[in-house]
């Protein structure tokens, strides 16, 4: 676990400095990907996730928007189209089959990911102790996105009847495809 963690700060220093410089360097992190983006940015100490989610193997749910959402790079007004912002707030269109969640105030708590991210949703998960968590953020000025759930199974996984392959599921996934290439083409 901690030579992940090693590899993904150099990485994410990559990025970051890439970014600054003017080449936007792509680190994207979905589920495990976004947590170590998380562990990168403070450490493996403190033990900064909430462990055991119940209720989400799998589980299709909607996203609660923060404040931060409308000017996002990723699920912004100007960015994203607004069929899929409505398909993603009103529907549940994210797969999420995780056990772990980064609590919404250590965004807060934790100067690396205060400076670094900005949170664009939440979630809860669906049963008693009910706890939040962070399902997507990005970092302030850089090419660095973090999701919690799946937007690469829905269109593919036929494994379980709870992942949704409805046309709205399907276009969701689709919008973060296309808009990981549209990143990744930036880069000199």
Not at 12 to 29: R, S, V
Request: charged share 20%; net charge neutral; with cysteine.
């Amino acid at each position: 676990y901690p030579i992940f963690v090693a590899g993904v700060k150099r990485l994410l220093t990559w990025a970051l400095e890439w970014n600054e410089q003017g080449d936007p360097f792509l680190l994207w992190g979905t589920c495990w990907g976004m947590q170590m983006i998380v562990r990168a940015t403070v450490g493996m100490e403190p033990i900064i996730f909430d462990y055991g989610l119940k209720g989400m193997y799998p589980l299709m749910m909607p996203l609660n928007f923060t404040a931060n959402q409308p000017k996002s790079s990723l699920l912004g007004d100007g960015n994203c189209p607004r069929e899929i912002q409505k398909t993603l707030q009103y529907r549940p269109s994210t797969l999420n089959w995780h056990l772990r969640g980064l609590p919404p105030s250590a965004m807060q708590d934790y100067a690396g990911l205060r400076d670094t991210f900005t949170t664009l949703s939440t979630n809860t998960e669906p049963v008693a102790p009910h706890r939040e968590f962070v399902s997507s953020f990005e970092a302030k000025g850089a090419n660095v996105f973090g999701v919690q759930f799946h937007p690469e199974r829905p269109p593919f996984e036929f494994t379980h009847d709870g992942i949704g392959h409805t046309a709205g599921d399907i276009a969701v996934s689709q919008y973060f495809g296309d808009f990981i290439a549209r990143r990744l083409r930036m880069n000199n």
